[in-house]
T-cell receptor, first 110, second 112 residues
Framework: DTGVSQNPRHKITKRGQNVTFRCDPI?????LYWYRQTLGQGPEFLTY????????KSRLLSDRFSAERPKGSFSTLEIQRTEQGDSAMYLC????????FGQGTRLTVV | GENVEQHPSTLSVQEGDSAVIKCTYS??????FPWYKQELGKGPQLIID?????GEKKDQRIAVTLNKTAKHFSLHITETQPEDSAVYFC???????????FGKGTMLLVSP
């Protein structure tokens, strides 16, 4: 257990529905990252928060994706109007001098 | 941006043998190189990391070497055990400045 908690662990949704994932980082870590991982690939960066400020977003993050980190604590990642191509593992990492990952949320869009 | 290449994509060894996984990176400004182990259905677990001010770091059966001139770094696992079987990822970043860029992973299979 790295201390980074992600919920839910699995999510199956129908195409076109909205989904929201939650990440609770290690409490003293200011930096929080979201990554996406597809089968056979390494994690790909999506977005990054320093405290409550979203400092960087990848080109992978389309307009249907939005992330928040209110009060610099937990973070949420929302995907609107899901598409089959959104099926992946969504990973959250929190960082001080090293990045620790949660167990991920496996999203399946049917 | 940074590009990290990792080889081999799969590696099969017998229990007790050594395993070596190699990565190259493209951005000479990168100075932080972690390795992660990922088991099926789980998130990546940090197993060892190295920063550019050292050339080698060891932790029990695991060691990492870094050649900044050649922009190579490698993971060495000695006396492999079946529980070492997993996918291993290397990554690179500019510490405190850029996000981690990962390689595509190496599936290590250790046979008893």
């Amino acid at each position: 257990d790295t201390g980074v908690s992600q919920n839910p662990r699995h999510k199956i949704t129908k195409r076109g529905q909205n989904v929201t994932f939650r990440c609770d980082p290690i409490s003293e870590h200011n930096r929080l990252y979201w990554y996406r991982q597809t089968l056979g690939q390494g994690p790909e960066f999506l977005t990054y928060f320093q405290n409550e400020a979203q400092l960087e977003k990848s080109r992978l993050l389309s307009d249907r994706f939005s992330a928040e980190r209110p009060k610099g604590s937990f973070s949420t990642l929302e995907i609107q109007r899901t598409e089959q191509g959104d099926s992946a593992m969504y990973l959250c990492a929190s960082e001080d001098t090293e990045a620790f990952f949660g167990q991920g949320t496996r999203l399946t869009v049917v | 941006g940074e590009n990290v290449e990792q080889h081999p994509s799969t590696l099969s060894v017998q229990e007790g043998d050594s395993a070596v996984i190699k990565c190259t990176y493209s951005d000479s400004a990168s100075n932080y190189f972690p390795w992660y182990k990922q088991e099926l259905g789980k998130g990546p677990q940090l197993i060892i990391d190295i920063r550019s001010n050292v050339g080698e770091k060891k932790d029990q059966r695991i060691a990492v070497t870094l050649n900044k001139t050649a922009k190579h770094f490698s993971l060495h696992i000695t006396e492999t055990q079946p529980e070492d079987s997993a996918v291993y990822f290397c990554a690179a970043s500019i510490s405190g400045y850029s996000t981690l860029t990962f390689g595509k992973g190496t599936m290590l299979l250790v046979s008893p």
